[in-house]
C-alpha cells in the first residue's frame, strides 16, 4: 500500500517537474496578454538589457514587445528614415491614457536601434526632416 502511494506521489512530482520544465524553456512571453503591469516590467527589462555592441534590429524589438505604444517616423534629406518607438515603462497618473512621459522611447536609423531613453525623443526632434 505504501509502495503504492509513493509511486503515484513520484509520478506527480514527474509530471510536475516535467510541465515546469516545458513552460520555463518553450512558452513564449506575450506582451499583447498581460496585465499593464507585468507588460511594464516586461518591457523595462528588455530595454535594460540593450547594448550598442550587438546591433538590435527594430523587428526584433516588435517581435519581442510587440506593437509599441507611440511611433513617429520621419525621413531625413538623406533619405535616411529615423523611427522612434515608445514603450510603456512606468505609469505616472492612472487615466487609462499612454503618455510619451510614461514610456520610453527607441530610436532606430533605417531599422537599427541607435539611441534610447530620454535622449532619444530629443534627438530625433532636432533632426530636419524632407518633405514629399
Not at 82 to 99: A, C, E, M, N, S
Given at each position: 500500500?505504501?509502495?503504492?502511494?509513493?509511486?503515484?506521489?513520484?509520478l506527480g512530482l514527474a509530471v510536475y517537474v516535467t510541465v515546469v520544465f516545458l513552460v520555463i524553456?518553450?512558452?513564449?512571453?506575450?506582451?499583447?496578454?498581460?496585465?499593464?503591469?507585468?507588460?511594464?516590467?516586461?518591457?523595462?527589462?528588455?530595454?535594460?538589457?540593450?547594448?550598442?555592441?550587438?546591433?538590435?534590429?527594430?523587428?526584433?524589438?516588435?517581435?519581442?514587445?510587440?506593437?509599441?505604444?507611440?511611433?513617429?517616423?520621419?525621413?531625413?534629406?538623406?533619405?535616411?528614415?529615423?523611427?522612434?518607438?515608445?514603450?510603456?515603462?512606468?505609469?505616472?497618473?492612472?487615466?487609462?491614457?499612454?503618455?510619451?512621459?510614461?514610456?520610453?522611447?527607441l530610436l532606430f536609423e533605417n531599422g537599427v536601434l541607435?539611441?534610447?531613453?530620454?535622449?532619444?525623443?530629443?534627438?530625433?526632434?532636432?533632426?530636419?526632416?524632407?518633405?514629399?
Amino acid at each position: 500500500m505504501i509502495r503504492k502511494i509513493l509511486q503515484y506521489i513520484f509520478l506527480g512530482l514527474a509530471v510536475y517537474v516535467t510541465v515546469v520544465f516545458l513552460v520555463i524553456n518553450y512558452y513564449k512571453d506575450d506582451p499583447q496578454a498581460m496585465i499593464w503591469q507585468d507588460r511594464e516590467a516586461f518591457n523595462n527589462r528588455f530595454i535594460r538589457n540593450l547594448s550598442l555592441e550587438k546591433p538590435t534590429e527594430l523587428d526584433t524589438v516588435l517581435d519581442t514587445l510587440g506593437s509599441p505604444d507611440l511611433t513617429y517616423v520621419k525621413k531625413k534629406q538623406d533619405n535616411t528614415i529615423l523611427q522612434i518607438v515608445f514603450y510603456r515603462t512606468q505609469l505616472v497618473k492612472p487615466d487609462g491614457i499612454t503618455t510619451e512621459d510614461e514610456c520610453t522611447g527607441l530610436l532606430f536609423e533605417n531599422g537599427v536601434l541607435k539611441l534610447w531613453g530620454p535622449g532619444a525623443r530629443v534627438t530625433f526632434d532636432k533632426v530636419s526632416y524632407q518633405s514629399d
